[in-house]
């Protein structure tokens, strides 16, 4: 066993304690994190929340011993004086625990979860609660922390599930979180997109970074007009990719100018005149306001939350 392996197996068996102590938490977004943690009875952890998932700085007595140990031996500890912190946080969706960074996620290769999480898993299960047909082979674009790939595995056990990224820190912890999961039939591996995935999919998933981030961390900047390169490269590819009935499920961000959508003008132009069923719907109209006040949003309105379904034709 190599020491990667090792230190993944000591966060696997971390999750699955913290999990048996009834472990729960529901991650915010940054900002209202940094408010939360700003207030002064919140400069030190008290609980397990206050840890793994404020991440805030604890002393050692806090924990029980096994669970100290776990982290030691994943390499998740971080020093802080006579303090510590924890490198991943925790949090919960739909009965599961998934592993991803701590806050603040500053790293460039940070593995974020969040609000979209959230809204990209409600909108992944109405999907399949409207295409109740079967699922042979699915795969999720840019997985992060494996969520979307983990909830599709574990509601078509009989599929094939690809969870692919560029970031080899999202692979490791996809991987973890599915073990955690039970999800045996999610493969993870390294790819740009679906350029080393052969074959056909009946199911195409993906919550891809939709911002414009000055220093280009990769689960924060998308990259073209506003944000939306990535998105749009991700439509792309899927769309020559799907199984006859087979579905693309994205779930983006889009930047509103003078009350207009460019992305959706955009995704017009691209499925015109194919045998493509598509529908497309705001799911929140308004989310990270902060971004508004500076950089390339100055002049938009709003940014909103949206999916887009497409569907090829000819069953």
């Known amino acids: 066993m190599t020491s990667e392996q090792?230190?993944?197996?000591?966060?696997?068996?971390?999750?699955?304690?913290?999990?048996?102590?009834?472990?729960?938490?529901?991650?915010?977004?940054?900002?209202?994190?940094?408010?939360?943690?700003?207030?002064?009875?919140?400069?030190?952890?008290?609980?397990?929340?206050?840890?793994?998932?404020?991440?805030r700085p604890f002393q050692r007595e806090l924990l029980p011993p096994s669970l100290f140990s776990l982290m030691e031996q994943a390499a998740v500890l971080e020093s802080c004086g006579s303090r510590w912190r924890s490198r991943v946080r925790l949090s919960s969706l739909d009965?599961?625990?998934?592993?991803?960074?701590?806050?603040?996620?500053?790293?460039?290769?940070?593995?974020?979860?969040?609000p979209d999480t959230y809204r990209f898993a409600s909108a992944l299960q109405a999907h399949l609660n409207c295409?109740?047909?079967t699922i042979t082979r699915?795969?999720?674009?840019?997985?992060?922390?494996?969520?979307?790939?983990?909830?599709?595995?574990?509601?078509?056990?009989?599929?094939?599930?690809?969870?692919?990224?560029?970031?080899?820190?999202?692979?490791?912890?996809?991987r973890v979180n599915a073990a955690l999961a039970e999800a045996e039939n999610l493969h993870a591996q390294h790819s740009d997109l679906l350029k080393n995935v052969p074959g056909e999919f009946d199911l195409i998933l993906a919550n891809p970074p939709y911002l414009i981030d000055p220093s280009e961390r990769a689960y924060r900047h998308g990259g073209g007009p506003l944000g939306a390169g990535l998105s749009l490269a991700i439509l792309e590819s899927a769309i020559t990719r799907l199984a006859p009935c087979g579905s693309l499920l994205l779930y983006t961000g889009v930047a509103?100018?003078?009350?207009?959508?460019?992305?959706?003008?955009?995704?017009?132009?691209r499925l015109e005149g194919r045998e493509l069923q598509w529908r497309y719907r705001e799911v929140d109209p308004d989310v990270f306001g902060e971004e508004l006040l500076e950089g390339a949003y100055t002049r938009c309105d709003r940014i909103a939350a949206v999916v887009l379904e497409v569907t090829r034709l000819g069953c």
Request: charged share 20%; glycine share 8%.
């Open 256 to 269: 509103m100018v003078n009350n207009q959508d460019p992305f959706r003008r955009e995704v017009e132009q």
């Open 138 to 174: 699915a795969v999720d674009i840019g997985c992060g922390s494996g969520a979307g790939a983990i909830l599709t595995a574990l509601a078509r056990p009989q599929a094939e599930v690809l969870a692919v990224d560029i970031n080899p820190a999202a692979l490791r912890l996809t």
């Open 6 to 55: 090792a230190q993944d197996k000591a966060l696997l068996h971390l999750a699955q304690s913290l999990r048996e102590r009834g472990y729960h938490f529901i991650t915010p977004t940054p900002l209202t994190h940094a408010r939360v943690n700003q207030r002064p009875e919140n400069a030190l952890a008290d609980n397990l929340q206050d840890v793994f998932g404020w991440s």
């Open 95 to 114: 009965g599961q625990l998934f592993i991803h960074s701590a806050f603040p996620t500053e790293a460039a290769d940070a593995v974020f979860f969040g």
């Open 131 to 133: 295409h109740p047909g």
